[in-house]
Structure formats: C-alpha cells, structure tokens
Nanobody, 117 residues
Framework: QVQLVESGGGLVQPGGSLRLSCAAS????????MGWFRQAPGKERELVAT????????KYADSVKGRFTISRDSAKNTMYLQMNSLKPEDTAVYYC??????????WGKGTLVTVSS
C-alpha cells in the first residue's frame, strides 16, 4: 500500500521560512519522479516543483523560483521543500505527488501552509 505523508506546514509570517517533508512508503522511491503541488482556496491545484528519480533534475514554477528548493533523500524515502521568503500568496494546502515509472500517480493528503502577519 502506497502512502505519502506530508508534514511541516503551519503558520508563518511574511518573509519567513518553512520546510515541508513527504515521507513515502510502499513504492520504489528512488525510481519515482516526485513533486510538490499546492491548492489555494478557490483556485485549482498547481505545480510548485518536481524532482526526478534518476538524475535529481529539478523544475520550479516561476512564482517560486529562487525562493523554494526541492530535494530528496532516497536513504530516508523522503522528499523536502524548503520555502524561504514566504509571501501571503503562498498560502495553500501543499500536496506531495509520486509518479512511478509505470505511470501511476499517488497523492498525499496535504499539509496547510498559512503565510500571514
């Protein structure tokens, strides 16, 4: 049974930082492409960042480039999202995603990030 469990969300002031984690189990983590998505109230879910399983290549949404960093630790089956210089518009539920080599998609339940003074 595949499980993706996000953690690390919370309330932070504008300009602050948070680190999200996604612990994966039940899949071959090292071969999966992983990603973070987010969904703000009243908006569609959007891609934040992705990281491949093979080379560790990363991609970012323009809105987070230079502020967010995605990484993974295959020894711990865990993916991270370091978020710096947070803005109120970063407020959203952040979801972890895993895409297997066979094309199956898995999602976590999400963790809420609120950026507010």
């Amino acid at each position: 049974q595949v499980q993706l469990v996000e953690s690390g969300g919370g309330l932070v002031q504008p300009g602050g930082s948070l680190r999200l984690s996604c612990a994966a189990s039940g899949l071959t983590f090292s071969s999966c492409s992983m990603g973070w998505f987010r969904q703000a109230p009243g908006k569609e879910r959007e891609l934040v960042a992705t990281i491949t399983g093979s080379s560790g290549s990363t991609k970012y949404a323009d809105s987070v480039k230079g502020r967010f960093t995605i990484s993974r630790d295959s020894a711990k089956n865990t993916m991270y999202l370091q978020m710096n210089s947070l803005k109120p518009e970063d407020t959203a539920v952040y979801y972890c995603n895993a895409l297997t080599r066979s094309g199956r998609n898995y999602w976590g339940k999400g963790t809420l990030v609120t950026v507010s003074s």
